[in-house]
């Protein structure tokens, strides 16, 4: 028995240019956090000649190209791994589709998984290389890195995407008493439903494929809001980051119509209101979590819980893609 978890994330500045449409051409920028909640892959030997597979369905095969599941098959066949006499299961702390970049965590437990049932190991940055692979070669997923290393390398960690597809990967040098402060202060609230991030993605996708100022013009100034949003926290100005992560949410939301809807901006309109700072949505947009940065927490929960909208209580985290038993 292997059990793996991989961290989830929030992104904390520079989202979006991330991806190779943009980064390709102008080098992207980012910061983004793990935190402790999960997506969970086990594996088990069987004395059943099948694979099955477990997740929101149940698939039970005798041939990796018979599995449904695109990121399964794909990193079967990659690993080199067989498809008999093994049980796959996948769990997770939060659903699909809310932002918080379940997909590139469920492709880093699972290549984690089958790498530890072979006795390899494997350093995070070759880990969160795969699993891009997979994603964005093998699949063709309109989407960024940014999920994938930072479930790979857990904690608070800045990132540069390269053009020549290199990516450097550093801890951000934020003091513990600010780290505990933006601990404390950052809050999730679900909107109560999902979406799919690729539909949203590929609308800036095929934009920045065509060189289209407007889209290429945001993105650079959400790198610059990036940069800004590292220099905030490693000097412990969290009212400044705050602040910006107001101004990146008004410039997000131009990126694409499906970005925000009338709830949303009525949600986050309230909960400026009552207590946040700053806010913005988290992931691709369109659904999922809103995050805020608040003094005043006791105020805008209640406000928050009044409109209907629950709270994910969260700390960060700093172990990335592990193993947490074998046996």
């Keep these: 028995m292997i059990v ?29 956090a793990a935190i402790d909640k999960y997506v969970y892959i086990t594996l088990h030997k069987t004395f059943v000649e099948d694979l099955i597979i477990k997740y929101s369905k149940l698939e039970r095969v005798t041939d990796v190209e018979q599995i449904e599941h695109p990121i399964i098959r794909e990193s079967l066949k990659y690993i080199g791994v067989s498809a008999s006499h093994l049980e796959m299961t996948s769990m997770a702390d939060i659903p699909s589709g809310t932002g918080l970049g379940s997909s590139g965590s469920f492709t880093t437990a699972l290549l984690k998984a089958l790498h530890s049932s072979k006795k390899h190991l494997i350093h995070p940055k070759e880990l969160a290389e795969q699993a891009c692979h997979i994603e964005l070669n093998l699949l063709k997923e309109p989407i960024g890195k940014q999920d994938q290393y930072i479930a790979a390398y857990g904690g608070i ?29 950052l809050l999730l609230f679900f909107t109560g439903y999902s979406r799919s991030a690729s539909s949203i993605l590929k609308e800036q996708d095929d934009k920045s494929k065509v060189k289209d100022n407007d889209m290429i013009s945001n993105l650079h100034f959400i790198k610059d809001l990036g940069l800004k949003s590292k220099e905030a ?95």
């Design 157 to 185: 960690t800045c990132f540069r995407f390269h053009g020549n597809e290199n990516v450097d990967a550093w801890p951000l040098k934020i003091h513990e008493e600010t780290l505990f402060n933006l601990e404390d202060n």
């Design 233 to 327: 926290l490693e000097k412990g100005d969290l009212h400044e980051f705050a602040n910006l992560m107001n101004v990146h949410w008004d410039h997000k939301k131009k990126r694409s119509k499906s970005m925000s809807n009338n709830h949303i901006d009525d949600w986050y309109d309230l909960a400026r209101k009552n207590g946040a700072l700053g806010g913005k949505m988290i992931g691709a947009g369109g659904g999922g979590f809103l995050m805020f940065y608040a003094n005043e927490k006791a105020k805008l929960r209640h406000a928050m819980r009044e409109a209907g909208l629950q709270e994910v209580r969260f700390r960060f985290d700093f172990g990335g893609t592990q193993v947490v038993a074998q046996s």
């Design 4 to 32: 793996v978890r991989s961290p989830l994330r929030i992104s904390l500045g520079g989202g979006g240019t991330d991806l190779p449409s943009y980064y390709r051409e102008h080098e992207g920028f980012l910061i983004a």
